[in-house]
């Protein structure tokens, strides 16, 4: 079958099931599925889950949780706080300068992780609460974890 059929089945698919009311994770899973099985026949199925567990079998992806899980034990105990509070008395006088202590902080944690999503996580779920405790804007605290987040990949 010609390929541009092929994608006009799996648009239209994927658009029945999206206006369905499902949820955008199942329709598309339920349109590969169909579409593997109907263009493929059934024995494929066993290359879709090969596929599916090789794209999470990545040592890189494991260190993620365990970040996020760190982020969270700093963000529920009184260490995060006193260190934004330790920060805020040297900074107080210099413009930005509790933003500019958290981009400095990122690109140390992303510098030893090299992973700038666990960096956003980690230092974002301290951070932006305390950000906006001293009174900066949500979208300027979101934005300084984010473009601090973001020296994970460039720190070697």
């Known amino acids: ?41 059934p024995t494929q199925l066993n290359m879709l889950a090969e596929l599916l567990y090789s794209g999470t079998d990545n040592f890189g992806l494991l260190a993620i949780p365990l970040f996020i899980f760190m982020g969270i034990i700093v963000a529920s105990t009184r260490a995060g706080t ?28 992303a510098a030893l992780t090299g992973s700038s999503p666990a960096t956003a996580a980690a230092i974002g779920s301290t951070g932006i609460p305390e950000l906006r405790k001293r009174g900066y804007d949500p ?6 974890i984010t473009a601090g987040g973001t020296l994970g990949i460039l720190i070697p």
């Open 139 to 144: 979208s300027l605290a979101c934005g300084i």
């Open 82 to 109: 006193d260190l934004y509070e330790c920060f805020h008395k040297w900074l107080h006088k210099v413009p930005g300068g509790l933003g500019m202590a958290n981009i400095v902080s990122c690109a140390v944690f």
């Open 1 to 41: 079958m010609d390929p541009i059929y092929i994608g006009l089945i799996v648009g239209v698919l994927a658009l029945i099931f999206l206006f369905s009311g499902m949820p955008i994770a199942f329709a598309l899973g339920a349109v590969s599925v169909l579409i593997t099985v109907i263009f493929m026949g």
